[in-house]
């Protein structure tokens, strides 16, 4: 069978496993992230063996593609009207809650004996959470209320948020590792975000331009596609972060896109590309999780998934009492933020391709992953159930 062959009947079962992930997903309690990593797990080097050696090869673009499409459609979330009428409770909570996420996380694993470094990236990762998982639990609980629209604000700000301080700490963690520290490491970091967001607005503004424009009244799948990827290539060959410039890009389109009746189209137009490519995206990060490393990182798995509870729950409750709320609230809503998929998936992933001396990263977010993709739903739909916007 020649090379060729073997690649298109490869991704044509992957596809396929995407499809039946897709079904389980909707049938049964169990997310579909989690259904792919497992098929992901069992027919990679560690289940069945059964992918060819070239699928390896696809990883780091498959990665790269998802990670910008995720980026984009994050930052579109954030519209300057929408954070305007969210008001004070939205961003105490967020900035509460990632703030003592991030200390939390950072400080726990430090004094549980790893490095700094490696402190500091889980910590980035550990603020990521799952719009999509989110938006399913939502729409599945026929939820709707002052409680689901917060949460619906706060984890899309948190997420856009929590990319610019992963962000910082990929930055911090380079400069630890390559200059032991010092001002250097302000300099490069602050470099390193800001020609993100440069790379992110000088596309983004063609972007908002040309929407719509090419073809009258809608953008078209070249268009949007074209700059999306320019920007994630272009990221890449500075050596900044991807995911930020990409997020730059999205808000940059969703405030500035104005010259027709639908300025989100373009996002709308990536939303319908984007899950077969994430659908790969999540198999080969259940592909990369091998047993010995599980093992080997059980202490760092349960730490994580420990400290991260501990700083949803205890960063809800603090920014509860800071903006004025309920207790409770920030309880519940604190549990309703537990879902974590994609997004720190990815982040994993960049990690990992930037440190990759400092173990497998992967292998731990991924783990921890499946158990809040598959917890995570359920405290989400109690939250909701308990805060009376479920009927």
Known sequence: MTSSALTLITLGLLFLLGLVAEFLGRTTLVPRVSILIVFGFCIGPSGFNVLPEEAGKWLPIVSDMALVLIGVVLGSSLKWSALKNSGRLVLGMVFSVVIITL?????????????????????????????ATTLDVIHESKAHGS????????????????????????????????????LDIIFVGGRDIFLAVLVGVLLGLPMSYLAGRVKPGEPTLLEVLGLVFICGGVSLWLDVSFLLAAMTMGVVVANMARHHNCPLCAIETIKTIKWPILALFFIFAGVSIELEDVSKNALLIILYIVFRIAGRLIGSMAGAKVVGV?????????????????????MALTAAHRFPEL??????????TVFFEIVGPVFTRIALHRMGDVL
Not at 326 to 346: E, T, V
Not at 359 to 368: K, L, R
Request: net charge negative; no cysteine; proline share 2%.
């Open 147 to 182: 409680f689901t629209d917060s949460l619906l604000k706060i984890v899309a700000t948190a997420d856009a948020l929590g990319l610019i301080v992963f962000s910082i700490m990929v930055a911090v963690t380079q400069m630890m590792i390559n200059s032991g520290g010092g």
């Open 359 to 368: 173990g497998s990263i992967v292998t731990v977010i991924a783990t921890a």
């Open 326 to 346: 309920d207790k409770s609230y920030g309880q519940w809503m604190g549990m309703a933020l537990m879902p974590q998929a994609g997004i720190a998936l990815g």
């Open 103 to 131: 200390l939390i996380m950072s400080v726990g694993i430090w004094v549980a004996g790893f490095s700094i470094q490696l402190a500091l990236l889980y910590a980035g990762i550990a603020l990521a959470t799952a719009p």
